[in-house]
């Protein structure tokens, strides 16, 4: 080996560990930006939510008292009963059909059609938060409402009759299902692009058909993306805030200003100037919210490296 050759062999090598070097600094630059927002609006919030809900006012230690506070407060329990009923329909009916619908466009139409639906799903999602709320007002007020003959079918006469209590639930996962079900939609349809042909073609030469496939195959292998969908819309569930607050607005009161806890937590810090009772009542919904993940993670090993 000439000195040429052997110059150029020993250089590679360091050639290589100078690109990673260079690659693992990009990488650590491309995640700076996220880190940083992620501490200034997510890890500092939370952490001083914790303090606020462990003093008073005036920044004195009070242990658990605010959280005893807010769960004294007669619209607690209210507020807290109806948040659960909401996240149990809503995603019930958030996992059944979007996996159910995006079954349905992986394999039983064509792809032309299957990525015309995919698209007309996704639209109202590109909504904001309010303006899907306001349309949603137009489609509930029987006087101007195009579907006003359902409506007085129903016996939904007036628009204090749609926004009867017992039915502000329903009309809540109405609203979401119809902003947020299509890009959920979306993604299940990609985790079910990501199952090999040669396993459904295997089911299918075993007798199953498309349903049984579904089942028995489909489902079971993109339960993870399920578990991951259901973590992220029992956090956004958690903090409904904007439907029944501009909902109380138009309908003049007939709606409780204090429905979620997310309004409560609001009443508490901008009406009664008690910012530590709506830490208190954030910091509820936080432990709600991981107590939840955590369980879905654990049974669906949603982190667990597949096996080689």
């Not at 693992?24 to 930006?33: D, I, K, Q, T």
């Not at 996220?34 to 939510?49: C, N, Q, R």
Request: a positive charge; charged letters at 15%.
């Amino acid at each position: 080996m000439t000195v040429l050759d052997t110059q150029h062999v020993t250089s590679a090598p360091r050639r290589r560990d100078s690109s990673r070097r260079r690659g693992g600094r990009a990488g650590y630059l491309f995640v700076a930006g996220y880190a940083i927002l992620l501490l200034a609006f997510g890890v500092f919030p939370t952490v001083y939510s914790l303090y606020l809900s462990l003093t008073n006012d005036r920044g004195q230690f009070t242990g658990i008292n605010q959280f005893t506070k807010v769960m004294g407060d007669y619209r607690f329990v209210p507020a807290f009963t109806n948040i659960l009923f909401y996240l149990v329909m809503w995603l019930v009916v958030l996992v059944v059909l979007t996996v159910l619908v995006a079954v349905v466009l992986r394999g039983r139409m064509k792809p032309g059609l299957s990525a015309v639906f995919r698209f007309l799903y996704y639209i109202p999602g590109a909504l904001a938060g309010v303006a899907s709320v306001l349309v949603w007002l137009f489609m509930l007020d029987p006087a101007v409402s195009p579907v006003s003959w359902v409506l007085d079918a129903m016996g939904k006469d007036t628009f204090a009759a749609v926004l009867s209590p017992g039915d502000l639930p329903v009309i809540f996962v109405l609203i979401a299902f119809w902003t947020g079900a299509g890009g959920w939609i979306v993604v299940m349809y990609g985790a079910l692009n990501n199952i090999p042909d040669e396993v459904i073609e295997a089911a299918r030469m075993d007798g199953a058909g498309p349903w049984k496939t579904a089942w028995h195959i489909q489902i079971p292998m993109i339960r993870q993306w399920i578990a991951y969908m259901t973590i992220l819309a029992f956090a956004a569930g958690t903090q409904l805030f904007v439907e029944p607050q501009l909902l109380q607005t138009a309908s003049l009161g007939r709606v409780s200003p204090t429905w979620s806890p997310n309004q409560l937590a609001y009443v508490f810090a901008f009406q009664q100037g008690d910012f530590n009772g709506a830490a208190a009542i954030s910091v509820f919904l936080l432990v709600l919210g991981v107590i939840v993940a955590g369980l879905l993670v654990w049974r669906s090993d949603m982190f667990k490296l597949d096996e080689k």
